[in-house]
T-cell receptor, first 114, second 113 residues
Framework: DVKVTQSSRYLVKRTGEKVFLECVQD?????MFWYRQDPGLGLRLIYF???????EKGDIPEGYSVSREKKERFSLILESASTNQTSMYLC?????????????FGSGTQLSVL | KNQVEQSPQSLIILEGKNCTLQ??????????LRWYKQDTGRGPVSLTI?????NTKSNGRYTATLDADTKQSSLHITASQLSDSASYIC????????????FGTGTRLQVTL
């Protein structure tokens, strides 16, 4: 089975700090995604990447950036954390075309910005 | 605008009882609809996928249905167990890429003794 690992389950940061969320997948998937999940809003796409060093903005990219230097690793960066970025962050990877868009998710990182 | 709406928002049932979760979608073009189960504090895990030509599919005690005419899908859970307590999320792609997935807000199911 695909394993998607997020480096932290819980993080507490202060307003203005730079925050790095790391995600690693072990199935050589080309596509990787970052979502945030808030109560009542469902999952919202922040950024995705379809290849090393390639990235595309999702629906809510403001205040975030990403890095994909290696195929297995996709990092989400909060340049200057704000309280409205308190959320559950989920990383996902997806197999090749024809896989019916099945996503494999990490366990999530619950980020609190104080 | 692509939309996926789920009902009810939350549900409490006794262990051993059956329940049905609903998903209404407005996605174009439609290709498939997937149900995920998300345990508290975990990422979603795929339960099943319904393609355009399928009406019913079972995965153990979970049975999904799809009615392409009414644009509705349901997830029926038989003989519920405490481990079924989770959020169930309905997802449909639009435009043929995962970047355009539309997620429902989920149904939170609690199974009690």
């Amino acid at each position: 089975d695909v394993k998607v690992t997020q480096s932290s389950r819980y993080l507490v940061k202060r307003t203005g700090e730079k925050v790095f969320l790391e995600c690693v997948q072990d199935m050589d998937h080309e596509n990787m995604f970052w979502y945030r999940q808030d109560p009542g809003l469902g999952l919202r796409l922040i950024y995705f990447s379809y290849d090393v060093k390639m990235k595309e903005k999702g629906d809510i990219p403001e205040g975030y950036s990403v890095s994909r230097e290696k195929k297995e690793r996709f990092s989400l960066i909060l340049e200057s954390a704000s309280t409205n970025q308190t959320s559950m962050y989920l990383c996902a990877s997806r197999g090749p075309p024809g896989a019916n868009e099945k996503l494999f998710f990490g366990s999530g990182t619950q980020l609190s910005v104080l | 605008k692509n939309q996926v709406e789920q009902s009810p928002q939350s549900l409490i049932i006794l262990e051993g009882k059956n329940c049905t979760l609903q998903c209404n979608y407005t996605v174009s073009p439609f290709s498939n609809l997937r149900w995920y189960k998300q345990d508290t504090g975990r990422g979603p895990v795929s339960l099943t996928i319904m393609t355009f030509s399928e009406n019913t599919k079972s995965n153990g005690r979970y049975t999904a249905t799809l009615d392409a005419d009414t644009k509705q899908s349901s997830l029926h859970i038989t003989a519920s167990q405490l481990s079924d307590s989770a959020s169930y999320i309905c997802v449909a792609p639009g435009g043929g890429t995962a970047s355009k997935l539309t997620f429902g807000t989920g149904t939170r199911l609690q199974v009690t003794l």
